[in-house]
């Protein structure tokens, strides 16, 4: 167990609907990292949020945004969405004060888009 | 940007046979290694990492090496386990920027008996 919690683990939706994906970091950590993991894909970043603010972008669509909450944890926002945002979508946090990029992963929302 | 390229995608040993997992990554400002193992319905687990002014790092089982000149890291598994068997990936990330990893394509690991 990383200490890394995600809900919900299973998520079925249909197209053009809106989900939101949480998830709380271990006890300490300040950085957040959202990735997405499909098939065809592997595993892929996200976006990053540190205390609250954006600090990297990856690929990530448009329709999708995030945000970190005063109490650190994390939410996850997909919007009219398509069968290919089909994934598992995993979030990671690193602690405070490292200087190097140990991450640790959560068990992952796996999003079924029907 | 970063791109990390491993193999093989498929890997299978004999139980007690060593298993060995190569990446290479493009970007020479990269400094952080990590591998990761994701058993079937679960979040990669971190199992060894090693920065860029070490040149080899053991812990039990698990060996990983780094060639910066080559820009070449590799995993190493001794005396497998049937437990072993999972997908393992690699990762690379540099100062800034986020600092994000960026991933290898995965190898499917299976250990026979």
């Known amino acids: 167990d990383s200490g890394v919690t995600q809900t919900p683990k299973h998520l079925i939706t249909a197209t053009g609907q809106r989900v939101t994906l949480r998830c709380s970091p271990r006890s300490g950590d300040l950085s957040v990292y959202w990735y997405q993991q499909s098939l065809d894909q592997g595993l892929q970043f996200l976006i990053q949020y540190y205390n609250g603010e954006e600090r990297a972008k990856g690929n990530i669509l448009e329709r999708f945004s995030a945000q970190q909450f005063p109490d650190l944890h994390s939410e996850l926002n997909l919007s009219s969405l398509e069968l290919g945002d089909s994934a598992l979508y995993f979030c990671?946090?690193?602690?405070?004060?490292?200087?190097?990029?140990?991450?640790?992963f959560g068990p992952g929302t796996r999003l079924t888009v029907l | 940007g970063e791109n990390v390229e491993q193999h093989p995608s498929t890997l299978s040993v004999q139980e007690g046979d060593s298993a060995v997992i190569k990446c290479t990554y493009s970007?020479?400002?990269?400094?952080?290694f990590p591998w990761y193992k994701q058993e079937l319905g679960k979040g990669p687990q971190l199992i060894i990492d090693?920065?860029?002014?070490?040149g080899e790092k053991k812990d039990q089982r698990i060996a990983v090496t780094l060639n910066k000149t080559a820009k070449h890291f590799s995993l190493h598994i001794t005396e497998t386990q049937p437990e072993d068997s999972a997908v393992y990936f690699c990762?690379?990330?540099?100062?800034?920027?986020?600092?994000?990893?960026?991933f290898g394509t995965g190898t499917q690991l299976k250990v026979e008996l």
């Open positions: 090693i920065r860029s002014n070490v």
């Open positions: 970007d020479s400002a990269s400094n952080y």
């Open positions: 990762a690379a990330s540099k100062p800034g920027g986020g600092n994000k990893l960026t």
């Open positions: 990671a946090s690193r602690a405070p004060g490292t200087g190097y990029n140990e991450q640790f």
